[in-house]
């Protein structure tokens, strides 16, 4: 290693050590993924073609989108956590 790159840090797969909480942590997981769809203008497209609003832009569009799939990623972490419970009072 060249003394001017930095060393390369581990990813763990956690959320950060930020004032950041899990739903903003999933958004931006989930924007990564939309980010990095192979036709990124057709989605955008198909978002804008979904609304009739418009005055809302992509950027705005896609924030929103990750925004629901963070939504959706906490309402089936919550549903595994309370069937996970249930099961072991069961035992």
Do not use: C, N
């Not at 958004?27 to 804008?48: E, P, R, W, Y």
């Not at 924030?63 to 959706?72: P, R, T």
């Amino acid at each position: 290693m060249d003394s001017t790159e930095a060393p390369a840090k581990e990813t763990t797969g956690k959320p950060p050590e930020l004032p950041v909480d899990l739903r903003d942590w999933f958004a931006g997981q989930a924007l990564i993924g939309l980010m990095a769809q192979d036709d990124l203008v057709q989605l955008a497209q198909s978002l804008m073609d979904s609304l009739a609003d418009d005055t809302k832009t992509v950027r705005s569009l896609l924030s929103a989108k990750a925004y629901e799939f963070a939504d959706a990623m906490l309402a089936a972490r919550s549903a595994l956590t309370t069937a996970s419970a249930a099961k072991k009072e069961a035992v």
